[in-house]
């Protein structure tokens, strides 16, 4: 592991310390304050952990399904329309 991997990963296990001791403070505002009790607010985050799983389930479902496309042929060689105001001379002389 080179020097960028490591600080990378530095900086990241230091953002995932400061976001879990800014949650943990305001999880005890929030209980100590009496705004909800522990057991509300552990069944609060359990359904929103269940519905973002789920969430992410179905944007999987999305990404992995195809989408069919057709494409009429046609013959383009033969399509003036296509070929219209399209120059096959010499380079520089168009």
Do not use: C, H, W
């Not at 953002?15 to 879990?20: E, G, H, K, P």
């Not at 943990?24 to 304050?33: P, S, W």
């Not at 999305?62 to 380079?91: A, C, H, M, Q, W």
């Amino acid at each position: 592991m080179n020097l960028t991997s490591k600080a990378i990963i530095k900086n990241l296990n230091d953002r995932i310390l400061a976001q879990s001791v800014i949650m943990e403070t305001l999880i005890d505002i929030i209980i100590d304050n009496g705004l909800v009790t522990e057991k509300e607010l552990e069944k609060m985050i359990l359904n929103n952990q269940e519905s973002q799983q789920e969430y992410i389930k179905e944007l999987r479902q999305r990404e992995s399904s195809t989408i069919p496309i057709s494409i009429p042929k046609t013959d383009f060689e033969n399509d003036s329309e296509y070929l219209e105001g399209l120059y096959f001379g010499p380079v520089g002389e168009a």
